[in-house]
C-alpha cells in the first residue's frame, strides 16, 4: 500500500459561498463560529456573501481560505474518512497553516485569528503599489534565477516566490523588477509572463518587516508536534519538531514556495496518493503537472467529501 498525503491550497483559491454547502454539518458550523469569534468579526459572513472584494482582502483570505479547507476535512471526517489518517500533510504557502491545524499542531480558531493577522502584516509590508508578482510559464528555474539576479542588480529587485510545478514559477519583488522580468522573459525561456492580481510582493524579501512582526507574535504561541508529519514549503522536507515548524512559517513570509520540491519529496517518501481539500482544485492541477502516475482526490465540496470516502477507504 502507497502512502496518502492531505494538502491544502493557498491564496488565490478562494470563492464567494465556498464553504456554505457543508453548514448542515454541526462540525462545519462551529468552525465558522469559532473563527468569527477568533478575529473579532462576521469573517463567514464576507465568506457566504461577499462582497469579493472584502474576500479578496488579504486579512480576510486567509482565515477565509483556513477554515473552508477544514471545514471540508470536516466534512469528510464526518462521512467516515475520519478512519483515515494520512502519512504526510502538506500546504502552499497559507495552506502550511491548514495543514498545520489539521494535524493539530494548533487549534483551528488560533490558527485562523494568526494567519488573519499574518495577513494584515503582508498588506501592510509594502506600500500599495510598490510590489509585484507574475507567473511565469514555460521558463527552466535556472535559467530564471539566473535573470532574476541579473534584474536586481539593474531594474530593482526581484525574486522567486513559488516554484509550483514544471513550467510554472511566480515571481515576487519590486513592480520595476518584475516588469523587467516580464519584459525580458524569453532570455529563460518563457513563453508567457502574467502578472497577478495581488496586494504585495509576497514570498520576497521585501515582506521582512511582515516577517518580523509575525516572529515577535508566534513568540507567544505554543504549538505542538503535529500528529502527522509536515512537509515544508521552505525546505520541501520533513518537520515534526515545534520549535522548527515556528521557525520555517516565519521564514515562509520572504522564503520561495518549494511545492514542486515538496511534491517530488513526498512522492521519494512513498506517497501515491494526495487528497486535496479546499475550494477549487490547484493543486490538484500541479501535482498532475508534477507526476501524471500519482492519485489525486479533489474535496471541494460537501458532495465530493462524502464521495471521496468509499475511494480512499
Request: include cysteine; hydrophobic fraction near 50%.
Amino acid at each position: 500500500m502507497g502512502k496518502i498525503a492531505f494538502v491544502f491550497p493557498g491564496q488565490g483559491a478562494q470563492a464567494v459561498g465556498m464553504g456554505k454547502d457543508a453548514l448542515h454539518i454541526p462540525g462545519v458550523k462551529r468552525l465558522y463560529e469559532a473563527a468569527d469569534e477568533a478575529v473579532g468579526y462576521a469573517l463567514s459572513g464576507i465568506v457566504f456573501d461577499g462582497p469579493e472584494e472584502r474576500l479578496k482582502s488579504t486579512a480576510n483570505t486567509q482565515p477565509a481560505l483556513l477554515t473552508t479547507s477544514l471545514a471540508y476535512l470536516e466534512a469528510f471526517r464526518e462521512a467516515g474518512g475520519a478512519k483515515l489518517t494520512p502519512d504526510y500533510v502538506a500546504g502552499h504557502s497559507l495552506g502550511e497553516w491548514t495543514a498545520l491545524a489539521a494535524a493539530g499542531a494548533l487549534p483551528a480558531a488560533e490558527a485562523a485569528r494568526l494567519v488573519h493577522l499574518r495577513g494584515r502584516f503582508m498588506e501592510e509590508a509594502v506600500p500599495g503599489g510598490q510590489g509585484a508578482m507574475a507567473a511565469v510559464l514555460g521558463a527552466e528555474r535556472q535559467a530564471l534565477q539566473a535573470l532574476c539576479e541579473a534584474v536586481s542588480g539593474e531594474a530593482g529587485r526581484v525574486e522567486l516566490a513559488n516554484v509550483n510545478c514544471p513550467g510554472q514559477i511566480v515571481v515576487s519583488g519590486s513592480r520595476a523588477g518584475v516588469e523587467a522580468v516580464a519584459a525580458r522573459g524569453k532570455e529563460a525561456g518563457a513563453k508567457r509572463v502574467i502578472p497577478l492580481e495581488v496586494s504585495g510582493p509576497f514570498h520576497s524579501s521585501l515582506m521582512a518587516p511582515a516577517a518580523d512582526r509575525l516572529d515577535a507574535l508566534l513568540g507567544e504561541v505554543a504549538f505542538a508536534a503535529p500528529s502527522t508529519p509536515l512537509v515544508a514549503n521552505v525546505t520541501a522536507d520533513v518537520v515534526v519538531d515545534p520549535a522548527d515548524i515556528r521557525g520555517l512559517l516565519v521564514k515562509q513570509v520572504c522564503a520561495p514556495v518549494l511545492w514542486e520540491d515538496s511534491v517530488l519529496r513526498l512522492i521519494a517518501l512513498g506517497v501515491d496518493t494526495f487528497v486535496e481539500f479546499g475550494p477549487g482544485a490547484v493543486l490538484s492541477g500541479l501535482i498532475k503537472k508534477i507526476n501524471k502516475d500519482v492519485r489525486i482526490v479533489t474535496v471541494n465540496s460537501a458532495e465530493a467529501a462524502v464521495s471521496a470516502v468509499p475511494t480512499l477507504l
